[in-house]
T-cell receptor
Framework: QKEVEQNSGPLSVPEGAIASLNCTYSDRGSQSFFWYRQYSGKSPELIMF????GDKEDGRFTAQLNKASQYVSLLIRDSQPSDSATYLCAVNPVNRDDKIIFGKGTRLHILP | NAGVTQTPKFQVLKTGQSMTLQCAQDMNHNSMYWYRQDPGMGLRLIYYSASEGTTDKGEVPNGYNVSRLNKREFSLRLESAAPSQTSVYFCASSEAGQGYNEQFFGPGTRLTVL
């Protein structure tokens, strides 16, 4: 069973701190990894994607990928109340770039 | 560009009624998808279309049919609605197959079946 696992949370982080969201996946051959943000009552919005091992930074967001450990994470620096949302991790199965498997998401709550 | 659009935004049906959810994208993407999202269940793929003229079942296809009308449009039909189909439905599109496989979502349709 190919799965993407996330802690459902809620993860509570003080404003200004670093929020760390984690995701593990079971398909060792997966090549592409995505982080989506979903506000309550809204649709998922792509915020980061990463294809290679290591870190990828975009503003306050950093995606980290470790294929050997089958682990991908999202760091949010200087957390703001507007970052409060559900974050979905998503993975392309090996040799299937036309499909994405989504985790169930982690609810993040930034405490003012 | 409007991106991915969906109609209607809200719908209430009675058990046994039928309806079609419409989706259109203006990004010239090859692939389109229909998901449902239920509390605690995450996003589940109903059907997808890798290219115009093709459709394939996803994880939860029972009770649904789809039509890829052209490259822009992908509709989802409920032939005989059941309360278990109460959910939020999202359409998405991507350039999958061209090395760019990020999916972009529409605003969703909130469906209640009584």
């Amino acid at each position: 069973q190919k799965e993407v696992e996330q802690n459902s949370g809620p993860l509570s982080v003080p404003e200004g701190a670093i929020a760390s969201l984690n995701c593990t996946y079971s398909d060792r051959g997966s090549q592409s990894f995505f982080w989506y943000r979903q506000y309550s009552g809204k649709s998922p919005e792509l915020i980061m994607f990463i294809y290679s091992n290591g870190d990828k930074e975009d503003g306050r967001f950093t995606a980290q990928l470790n294929k050997a450990s089958q682990y991908v994470s999202l760091l949010i620096r200087d957390s703001q109340p507007s970052d409060s949302a559900t974050y979905l991790c998503a993975v392309n199965p090996v040799n299937r770039d036309d499909k994405i498997i989504f985790g169930k998401g982690t609810r993040l709550h930034i405490l003012p | 560009n409007a991106g991915v659009t969906q109609t209607p935004k809200f719908q209430v049906l009675k058990t046994g009624q039928s309806m079609t959810l419409q989706c259109a994208q203006d990004m010239n993407h090859n692939s389109m998808y229909w998901y449902r999202q239920d509390p605690g269940m995450g996003l589940r793929l109903i059907y997808y279309s890798a290219s115009e003229g093709t459709t394939d079942k996803g994880e939860v296809p029972n009770g649904y049919n789809v039509s890829r009308l052209n490259k822009r449009e992908f509709s989802l039909r409920l032939e005989s609605a059941a309360p278990s189909q109460t959910s939020v439905y999202f359409c998405a599109s991507s350039e999958a197959g061209q090395g760019y496989n990020e999916q972009f979502f529409g605003p969703g349709t909130r469906l209640t079946v009584l």
